[in-house]
Nanobody, 122 residues
Framework: EVQLVESGGGLVEPGGSLRLSCAAS????????MVWVRQAPGKGLEWVSG????????YYAASAKGRFTISRDNTKNMLYLQMNSLKNEDTAVYYC???????????????RGQGTQVTVSS
């Protein structure tokens, strides 16, 4: 059974940082492209970032580029998202998911974890 468990969200002031984590199980993690997606209040799902199975290719939406860094530890089946210079508009529930990554973007698969809330506010 595929399981994805996100953690690390919280309340942070604008300009602050958070590191999200995702623990994955139930599939061969090192073979899987992984993505982070988010859903802001009243909005649809937005792809944020992706990484290939080996961790040597990363992908970012324009909103995340230069501020967020995706990484993974295949020895621990863990996915991470380091978020710096956070803005109010980054407020959302963040989910990890498997995905398929192409040259410049990734498409998330449907199954996600329960999500972790990120609130950016002063």
């Amino acid at each position: 059974e595929v399981q994805l468990v996100e953690s690390g969200g919280g309340l942070v002031e604008p300009g602050g940082s958070l590191r999200l984590s995702c623990a994955a199980s139930g599939f061969t993690f090192s073979n899987a492209d992984m993505v982070w997606v988010r859903q802001a209040p009243g909005k649809g799902l937005e792809w944020v970032s992706g990484i290939n199975g080996g961790g040597d290719s990363t992908y970012y939406a324009a909103s995340a580029k230069g501020r967020f860094t995706i990484s993974r530890d295949n020895t621990k089946n863990m996915l991470y998202l380091q978020m710096n210079s956070l803005k109010n508009e980054d407020t959302a529930v963040y989910y990890c998911a498997r995905g398929t990554c192409y040259s410049t973007f990734c498409v998330p698969w449907s199954q996600r974890g329960q999500g972790t809330q990120v609130t950016v506010s002063s």
